[in-house]
């Protein structure tokens, strides 16, 4: 306990005052004087060049020659740090190099870097110490040349090696052999043949090939048959679309049936039916021309174009004359001839029909009144149950207005009581039409402006 000046008090206790004396002669004896003014000039306390102080606070630049006879320079700084040791200086291990010294065995020994085991072939040849010596031993015509220096050992052959079982025949280097020791020969066969040639090694060979014969002639074939090497083993010359394999287009007599061929005027001229019937181009469809021509209009030179729907029902003719000033129309109605009817062009109406006023009096004609209103008729054959498309022999500039017709002779004969008639389709043509069998005769009469 430090010295205390309070004690003992004045107005203690006479019993407290030896225990109190005892510890102020201690703390004066024993522990520091923390009473006193100066001593030697300094003062206690904890700061720099003072007397020190023990109580708990760090004294600066203590102010001692000597430490236990040591000099402050034999002492090291609070803060200071220590070099690591080197193979070369002295120092501390770090933490890693004191590991890997406790990782070393006990009596452990350099690492010699050697093979403790050789393996040739299926034996392995094992070391008996640890400086054990391995031996290499020539063979028959093997050199073996050590090179100490160099650390390394060659080996070679020397002669011919007696192992070997062709070494006595060989006779050279092969990487420069100019000839075979015993000579060959190279022949071709099969698809392409080649007599056989000698070779030694001496020199290039040539072998003519000749292709094996395939068994077709030779010559020009417009189907042919190939292997699957791609040689021709089969070649005819068809003359059907059926013998090449073709199945999609007419035969000739299926183009007949369907297309109209040249006998029936397709070719570069119209073909010549003078003096034959008109009947002749029934269900044939073309051009033809011809005079004297049975059932044509007159016997002068006429041209005709013939629209066939089948051979023997329906064929649409027209007719024009040489000078094409005169045309005519008629048609085989399932095999009945409708007699032709006259196209009227406007060369055929007369000068005085073309005013206001006009007429054209005929089989089939017309009347132009004076007020623009136009009359016109015709006669016509019309076939049974069935109906026609005709024109008007001239054009209504404006409209029909009605047209109707009748037969010319009703026949007692007729189931449905003679129905027939006439009606307008344009003011260009009309319809005739008749409801029994067999054929009629039918008027009828067109109105319009």
């Known amino acids: 306990m430090a010295y205390d000046a309070t004690k003992p008090e004045d107005t203690g206790f006479l019993s407290e005052a030896p225990n109190e004396l005892r510890n102020n002669f201690k703390g004066l004896k024993e522990d520091q004087i923390v009473d ?17 102080v023990n109580n ?15 000099t402050p320079s034999d002492f090291a700084p609070k803060v200071h740090t220590h070099n690591t040791v080197t193979v070369s200086s002295d120092g501390f291990m770090t933490a890693a190099q004191n590991n890997k010294l406790a990782g070393i065995a006990t009596n452990a020994e350099v690492n010699q870097m050697a093979f403790s085991n050789v393996l040739v072939g299926s034996t392995t040849i094992q070391a008996d110490s640890k400086t054990d010596t391995l031996e ?21 052959v020397s002669g011919k090696v007696g192992s070997a079982a062709t070494a006595d025949s060989c006779i050279g280097n092969s990487a420069t052999a100019t000839k075979l020791t015993t000579a060959r020969t190279i022949a071709t066969s099969g698809d392409a043949i080649g007599a056989a040639v000698a070779f030694d090694g001496t020199a290039n060979v040539t072998i003519p090939l000749t292709l094996a014969a395939s068994g077709v002639a030779a010559g020009t074939y417009k189907s042919v048959t190939v292997d699957a090497k791609g040689r021709t083993i089969a070649g005819t010359n068809p003359t059907k679309l059926s013998e090449f394999g073709i199945v999609d287009a007419f035969t000739k007599l299926e183009a007949t049936a369907n297309f109209a061929p040249g006998s029936y005027g397709l070719g570069t001229l119209a073909k010549d039916i003078s003096g034959q019937g008109i ?17 044509a209009p007159n016997s002068n030179w006429w041209y005709f174009n013939v629209i066939a729907h089948d ?33 009227v062009t406007a060369n055929m109406i007369p000068a005085n029909a073309l005013g206001d006023a006009g007429s ?90």
């Open 360 to 449: 054209y009096f005929a089989a089939n004609g017309y009347q132009r009144l004076s007020n623009g209103l136009i009359l016109q008729w015709g006669s016509v054959n019309q076939t049974g149950n069935t109906s026609t498309l005709r024109s008007f022999p001239i054009v209504f500039p404006n409209d029909c207005l009605c047209c109707f017709g009748g037969k010319t002779s009703p026949r007692a004969s007729a189931a449905d009581g003679n129905s027939a008639g006439a009606y307008k389709v344009s003011n260009i043509q009309f319809q005739t039409y008749a409801d029994d069998n067999g054929s009629d005769t039918l008027s009828w009469l067109a109105i319009g402006y």
């Open 279 to 295: 009947s002749v181009i029934k269900g044939k469809s073309g051009f033809y021309r011809g005079n004297n021509v049975g059932s």
């Open 36 to 52: 006193a003014a100066l001593l030697k000039g300094l003062v206690p306390g904890n700061g720099n060049g003072q007397i020190p």
């Open 311 to 343: 051979p023997n029902s329906y064929t649409t003719v027209e007719a024009i004359n040489f000078f094409g000033t005169d045309k005519y129309t008629a048609r085989w109605d399932n095999g009945n001839w409708s007699g032709w009817t006259r196209i």
């Open 136 to 156: 290499m031993v020539a063979g028959t015509n093997i050199a073996i040349i050590p090179d100490a220096a160099n650390d390394r050992v060659t080996i070679g």
């Open 56 to 70: 708990g606070t760090e004294c600066e630049n203590l102010n001692a020659a000597m430490l236990s006879g040591k």
